[in-house]
């Protein structure tokens, strides 16, 4: 089963102004679409990062895939590898850590990998859970994502989940995001406003859901005196506490004083990060994710040594389609040791999807696992073409958190720990 040609299509789709401690969501969110495409007219599906900078490096590998086998995908992370040359890509907003050359060659492969899954799957007849071990859960449950956010983007009218910058706020858009979609756990994306604002939607959350656990991630913008101070002030409240503050050595200063376990998608996203993790004892749970760990295959190897080593293992989100929730939802069903409910950004974004309805749908707050060939998810052609014109149109191509904000606080900065 040769591959015959790779097809890259840049999408944009509508986003609304969440916030972070970068700043703010851009109005439109890049995404590339990836079709592998085999000698036999077979094609996959992989999903990726639409940056500029990641999609130049994308279509100088695409070309150089011709005539590698579909199932010998260790030939081909060794070409990406060799195409790549040791390049670094980076990123504006920094959400996801330090992107090494190593990284890079992860982030290239994965979509190629994913979509080659596809492929297998559908010519041997099998889900691509099964390639990966088989389901141990026949649903994957995922969790409300929550945000801080304007009610619009600047000089736009007001979006369906309105303003949310206040506790109150919070537990709304909370309310909203269960009703409609069932989820049993809640994560708050935080380091947006003083500490002592989160705290208070953490406890706003906790009494308006009693039975919910509870996360809030603040992307490293506190300091460790001040994590471990919002620690003792949420003992007993969270379930686990993402990415308080910078760095693995931050991070295992922080662990090293506190009860509740350590996440991160920030210090430890890449192999050679676990060891010395590990060493300091810097995070109880890890948050995988295939875009950046390399794929399905690798994250599996991820979870391998997360179990040798008695760490958690949950799963990481970045703003993205039905293609991705596809592969996400196969990978969780097969890793036994994955022990929580994953993130999600679908439902913020899920109206614009590229694949035909009817796959995908939440259920009491999970996915079924699908069952047909491959992914199973199908392109809804009309509507790729209409979010690469999107992107043709929209005039961004690179996410800037942080200068998006700058347009409206012109005196903003992005400061990691900010408190």
Not at 36 to 41: H, L, N, P, S, Y
Not at 104 to 115: G, K, L, M, Q, Y
Not at 162 to 184: H, L, S, W
Not at 284 to 310: K, M
Request: proline share 7%.
């Amino acid at each position: 089963m040769k591959i015959r040609e790779v097809v890259i299509t840049p999408i944009a789709f509508a986003d609304p102004p969440l916030l972070n401690s970068a700043g703010v969501h851009e109005p439109w969110a890049l995404r590339s679409i990836i079709e592998v495409i085999t000698e036999d007219g077979v094609s996959g599906l992989g999903e990726s990062y639409g940056d500029q900078g990641h999609l130049d490096l994308l279509n100088a590998v695409a070309p150089q895939l011709a005539g590698l086998d579909v199932f010998a995908t260790n030939a081909l992370r060794a070409k990406v590898s060799t195409v790549l040359g040791g390049a670094s890509n980076s990123d504006k907003h920094g959400l996801t850590g330090q992107i090494t050359a190593e990284g890079t060659i992860d982030r290239v492969f994965s979509p190629f990998e994913v979509a080659c899954l596809d492929v297998q799957g559908k010519v041997l007849g099998r889900p691509v859970s099964d390639l990966l071990g088989g389901a141990v859960r026949a649903e994957v449950p995922y969790s409300a994502y929550l945000f801080y956010k304007w009610a619009g983007h600047p000089g736009s009218p007001g979006d369906e989940w309105g303003e949310a910058v206040t506790p109150d706020g919070i537990v709304a858009q909370a309310r909203k995001m269960i009703d409609e979609y069932g989820f049993g756990s809640i994560k708050l994306k935080g380091g947006v406003f003083p500490p002592e604002q989160e705290i208070a939607a953490v406890h706003a959350l906790r009494e308006a859901f009693p039975d919910h656990p509870l996360r809030i991630d603040p992307n490293a913008a506190w300091s460790p005196e001040t994590s471990v101070r919002v620690a003792g002030e949420l003992a007993g409240v969270l379930e686990y506490f993402e990415d308080p503050t910078p760095s693995i050595p931050g991070m295992a200063e922080v662990a090293a004083k506190v009860d509740i376990p350590l996440a991160t998608n920030m210090c430890v996203v890449a192999f050679e990060h676990l060891a010395e993790s590990v060493e300091l004892g810097a995070v109880q749970v890890i948050l995988s994710d295939h875009h950046y760990w390399g794929g399905l295959n690798r994250s599996r190897e991820l979870a391998a040594i997360c179990r040798t080593f008695g760490i958690g293992l949950s799963m990481h989100s970045n703003s993205h389609l039905g293609i991705s929730l596809a592969a996400m939802t196969h990978l969780a069903a097969a890793t036994p040791n994955l022990g929580y409910a994953c993130d999600t950004h679908y439902p913020w974004n899920a109206s614009d999807d590229v694949v035909v309805p009817g796959v995908l749908s939440f259920v009491d707050g999970a996915i079924p696992v699908p069952t047909t060939p491959g992914l199973g998810v199908e392109l809804d052609r009309d509507k790729l073409a209409r979010l690469h014109e999107n992107y043709v149109n929209c005039g961004i191509r690179q996410r800037d958190d942080t200068g998006y904000m700058q347009r409206f606080e012109p005196g903003y900065e992005r400061k990691r720990p900010r408190w």
